[in-house]
């Protein structure tokens, strides 16, 4: 089945700067990426998601980058603010053969003043 | 309405209890699905409802039933739990099993005694 690596699993940034998670994949077929921001005490929120025939996707602040060749995606916040600490969770699904979500283990962001 | 709703937002039962957890949405999603997740850990994915029929069970104990009566409803109906199944209980619904975007309840946080 398919694995998702996520790192690092704490990233602390000071408001402003920019913030990078990066997450890998074992399943070639997986083609469905999306990205969820979950802030305490409160249900994962979809943000931003890329399908594997994107190379990139862009929402404001946030980006995401897919490498179909590694196995690989991230996101990407610039300008960081403090409302966006929390605890993100990357994920693929193969959306031809499987209705199954496979999450990274999450990154807990802090952004300091 | 584009939202998940559940209820209740909190359960306290004991080990002999009989209690049920409740899930709406009015999207005209024809998936639905229910996780649990624990403290800092990623959501887990427990069974899948796709057009009304269960389509992935994930080797869940019997102690959980779901239960989906109409296209719009998902019940998970619990029974002699034991203290580590205390978590969060997310439902989750989308388009379809195998396309659209999951868009996740805000929990019932059970608590078993």
């Known amino acids: 089945g398919e694995n998702v690596e996520q790192h690092p699993s704490t990233l602390s940034v000071q408001e402003g700067d920019s913030a990078v998670i990066k997450c890998t994949y074992s399943?070639?077929?997986?083609?469905?990426f999306p990205w969820y921001k979950q802030e305490l005490g409160k249900r994962p929120q979809l943000i931003i998601d890329?399908?594997?025939?994107?190379g990139e996707k862009k929402d404001q602040r946030i980006a995401v980058t897919l490498n179909k060749t590694a196995k690989h995606f991230s996101l990407h916040i610039t300008e960081t603010q403090p409302e966006d600490s929390a605890v993100y969770f990357c994920?693929?699904?193969?959306?031809?053969?499987?209705?199954?979500?496979?999450f990274g283990t999450g990154t807990r962001l802090q952004v300091t003043l | 309405d584009t939202e998940v709703t559940q209820t209740p937002k909190h359960l306290v039962m004991g080990m002999t209890n009989k209690k049920s957890l409740k899930c709406e949405q009015h999207?005209?999603?024809?998936?639905m699905y229910w996780y649990k997740q624990k403290a800092k850990k990623p959501p887990e994915l427990m069974f899948v409802?796709?057009?009304?029929?269960?389509?992935i069970n994930e080797s869940v104990p019997s102690r959980f039933s779901p239960e989906c009566p109409n296209s719009s409803l998902l019940n998970l109906h619990l029974h002699a739990l034991q203290p580590e199944d205390s978590a969060l209980y997310l439902c989750?619904?989308?388009?379809?099993?195998?396309?659209?975007?999951?868009?996740f309840g805000p929990g019932t946080r059970l608590t078993v005694t």
């Open positions: 399943d070639s077929a997986s083609n469905y």
């Open positions: 999207m005209g999603h024809r998936a």
């Open positions: 890329i399908r594997s025939n994107v």
């Open positions: 994920a693929a699904r193969n959306t031809g053969t499987a209705s199954k979500l496979t």
């Open positions: 409802y796709s057009y009304e029929k269960l389509s």
């Open positions: 989750a619904s989308s388009q379809d099993a195998r396309v659209g975007e999951q868009y």
